[in-house]
């Protein structure tokens, strides 16, 4: 019997990149190791490689060391590994899901005021969580009557990119904000102002939605301000599990732990044992484990088909997890890049472990 299809929902860059065996930062060799594993098929396409019409797609199928796009059957269960935001590509993931598709990560870019909201609602959750409002002018103003330190980021961006430092020294006010929204910026601006909020954050706030946050007291690495990167996962049972821990540690230059900012990774263990001495290392490792199995279980419960998140959550120097937000579309090769090469590769397998667990009749647990 032939094996089933398991869709892979791509991007255009990557999907372009397939043939050539040039996907980048994707390791999508390990999807297909996983799939001769669970005995499924793993094909890859864009959300207009469907023909709803017919349940056909035009996907990328792989054939011992090379790939031949052909026309299949649309899968019964598709991973997301795309973004798509426009409410037309919306609509048409709905509309799989109308002809009996399962999509898990179906939508993946929440708004990070909308994750803070949800997960204000736990009472377990709530103290792990940073005092946060939207970025309107009025409540950045509030804000600064009761914190010297606050961080201000666009609610629906990623990997950094945009966000903005406001800091009280001596009786001044100093925003640090990146020139451009580009990924690879690297240069940062700063004004010094009093009263009157910076032109440049008043027009960057009314331009685009942002949030503004208390700057969390994050523990750190030779004086730099590092968090993990927490990789929570559905498996072949349904349940949620932790594939990975990797900290990223800020460069010099400035204050984000962004491997795409310049941040660099490092073990957890490494860094609670050349740091963190008084801390029990196994304690907090246990800690954070438990605490993003807690975050990804309430999210679950308010977000539907979610299976795959990378959560960014800070230690305070007492080892006290602190809440940073919630990617729909984990950057798994942080682990490769701290020589956790087996978690990386779980991070591949676990999706197609739980779309065999769905073809197989499997209801997941929130």
């Known amino acids: ?14 999907f372009a990149g397939i043939p050539l065996g040039n996907t980048q930062y994707e390791a999508i060799s390990f999807y297909g190791e996983a799939g001769k594993q669970y005995k499924i098929t793993p094909c890859y396409f864009r959300i207009d490689d469907v023909k709803i019409d017919t349940l056909e797609v035009h996907a990328y199928v792989q054939f011992d060391q090379h790939f031949e796009r052909m026309w299949i059957p649309l899968p019964k269960v598709i991973h997301n590994r795309a973004i798509y935001l426009d409410p037309a590509c919306y609509e048409k993931l709905e509309e799989w899901t109308r002809h009996g598709v399962i999509l898990f990560n179906r939508w993946n870019r929440y708004s990070k005021m909308r994750i803070h909201e949800i997960l204000m609602k736990d009472e377990r959750i709530r103290p792990h969580l940073p005092s946060s409002n939207p970025a309107t002018l009025k409540n950045i103003r509030m804000m600064m009557m009761t914190y010297n330190t606050l961080i201000i980021k666009p609610t629906n961006s990623s990997i950094g990119r945009g966000i903005m430092k406001l800091e009280k020294k001596a009786g001044f006010w100093k925003l640090l904000y990146p ?6 910026n690297r240069i940062w601006r700063s004004v010094i102002f009093r009263k009157q909020l910076p032109l440049v954050l008043r027009r960057r706030t009314r331009k685009s939605s942002y949030m503004i946050q208390e700057c969390l007291p994050l523990a750190t690495v030779d004086g730099r301000p590092f968090d993990l990167r927490i990789s929570v996962q559905r498996g072949a049972n349904g349940e949620w599990g932790v594939t990975g821990i990797v900290a990223k540690v800020a460069s010099r230059k400035h204050f984000l732990t962004n491997v795409a900012q310049g941040g660099k990774v490092r073990t957890l263990p490494d860094i609670l044992a050349a740091n963190y001495a008084h801390l029990d290392a196994a304690t907090v490792c246990r800690d954070f484990h438990d605490f993003a199995l807690l975050v990804a279980k309430h999210l679950s419960t308010a977000l539907p ?14 080892g006290f997890p602190l809440f940073i937000e919630c990617n729909g579309k984990d950057q798994r090769y942080s682990f490769l890049e701290a020589g956790l090469k087996e978690e990386w590769k779980a991070t591949y397998y676990n999706p197609i472990a739980y779309a065999k667990f769905l073809l197989d009749g499997g209801i997941a647990p929130c």
């Open 1 to 14: 019997m032939k094996n089933p299809y398991v869709g892979i929902l791509v991007n255009d860059t990557l």
């Open 179 to 184: 020139a451009n929204m580009k990924l690879k």
């Open 305 to 318: 088909n979610l299976a795959d998140l990378g959560l960014d959550i800070a230690m305070t120097t007492e």
